[in-house]
């Protein structure tokens, strides 16, 4: 069964991340999903087993640097290694090539491209 997305979103632009936090209390953890649940452009936010948070949101508006802020906010940090940071490096990568697809006017195949000034 699929989820319907909120209507605020743009489905071709959701990214899907899966953040490893510590350092955050069960009470914090609680209000940080249910602020990221009431925010425009996340469309869902669950904590999973392991201090794992999984997130959806609308790339063409949100970056993964704006969610580490928000956890920083609520006392948390991103898990520490090597694959931290480069899944970490992944998704600031995907989150700048979802925003430049978005701000991109697409053209007709049988035209010119338009000239870059």
């Not at 743009?10 to 953890?29: D, N, P």
Request: charged share 30%; aromatic share 10%; glycine share 6%.
């Amino acid at each position: 069964m699929t989820k319907a997305h909120k209507a605020t979103n743009q489905e071709q632009f959701l990214l899907r991340r899966k953040v490893a936090i510590e350092g955050l209390e069960e009470t914090r953890w609680e209000d940080l999903i249910h602020d990221l649940n009431h925010h425009p452009c996340v469309d869902f936010a669950e904590r999973k087993k392991n201090g794992l948070l999984q997130v959806a949101y609308d790339g063409s508006h949100w970056t993964v640097d704006e969610l580490l802020e928000l956890i920083q906010d609520y006392g948390g940090r991103l898990k520490s290694g090597w694959w931290a940071r480069r899944k970490l490096a992944w998704y600031r990568f995907t989150d700048d090539n979802v925003r430049a697809n978005a701000k991109h006017e697409p053209f007709c195949c049988s035209k010119i491209p338009p000239m870059k000034k």
